[in-house]
């Protein structure tokens, strides 16, 4: 069907509405026809324990030395996806919701297996935001991983590393999360103290472990490199190189991995979610489908991410597994609405909605 001829006369409202009935009812049918997929917490479970398993298993393979580190950090990256996917499901609290003890338990796992990210109990307020005010001044989640942002190398950098999206831009970070902390509304001064602390220590402790590790080791053999280069030799302790093996074991198994992850995750997402110019709570302007031939390198490892989240934004309470089970039905719906499909223009105009002209002050992604 003719997108201009299915949804004329439609307001953005009545189109989101239609793409969610259509949506839901399929989810419903799938459940009908399948009752397994009734048993939530208990897939969710069983997805986290085959994820985990994965993880370490690669990790077992590669301590034998039957697998090599450019197979292990590939496939552990995969096992880690599932677990980002997890995450995203249980801040919506689609998992356990009734059982607080066995709910936070799968988030310390996730978590534990994706330690490059923030807080998951930090990033739950972060992404209700995202839900309500996507694309807005203060989308404090989707602009930390660079929505919005010029591309270019610095862009670049900080999709690849949470630590250098911050350093990289510490006043305009700052101004971000004093937006995000004054748009929840807090009702006291110490309520807004509160708020703030919750941002700065967000990545304690995983997080500080995990950027202490990965910096330490790329740092490390760069120096070597460099080293070795120059015909010199580094006078490093004697505690260096044993303590140097842990570290390059852990990141071909587990830093690696997510930082390859990361990459993919946060340049799909930061690509297929539009900023700045859309109408706030416009849920048909929030995201296009990015599921073009040439993200599938991508999609690998953020499982299918671009496809399908942006059905999230219309459906938000179905799993991430549902999603891919209703992708064909949903896209057909939302193509007829007129929702975008592989507007990559977006990425070269800092992902604004409408194009804008060069040099204006609007390409400038905290203003």
Known sequence: MNPTVASAGLTDAQKTEHIKAVVRAEGEALRRRYPILLRQ???????????????????????????????CVPLAAIFASFT???????????????????????????????????????????????????????????????????????????????????????????KLARRFIKAQNPKSREEARALGREQLLGYLPLGRIYYTLWHGFILYHAANFVAAATGHAIPWPAFAAPTMHVIDFLAVTWLAPNALRMFCLHFVSSNMHYYGDIEDGNVMQQCQVLNAWWVAPFHLFCFNFGSTHAIHHFVVKEPFYIRQMTAPVAHKVMREMGVRFNDTASIWRANRWQATPAGSPDMVAVN
């Open 84 to 174: 980002h996917e997890l995450e995203h499901d249980l801040i919506h609290l689609m998992y356990f919701r009734n059982k607080p003890w066995a709910h936070n338990l799968m988030l310390a796992l996730v978590w534990l297996a994706r330690p490059s990210t923030i807080s998951p109990w930090t990033r739950r307020r972060m992404h209700l935001h995202h839900h309500k005010h996507s694309g807005t001044r203060t989308d404090l989640e989707e602009q930390g991983i660079t929505n919005g942002y010029p591309w270019g190398p610095r862009r670049v950098l900080m999709m690849s590393d949470q630590m250098l999206s911050i350093w990289l831009r510490p006043l305009q970070m700052a």
């Open 41 to 71: 917490n208990l897939i969710g479970a069983l997805i986290l324990a085959f994820s985990l398993l994965g993880m370490l298993g690669c990790a077992a393979l590669y301590y034998d030395g039957l697998i090599a580190w450019y197979v």
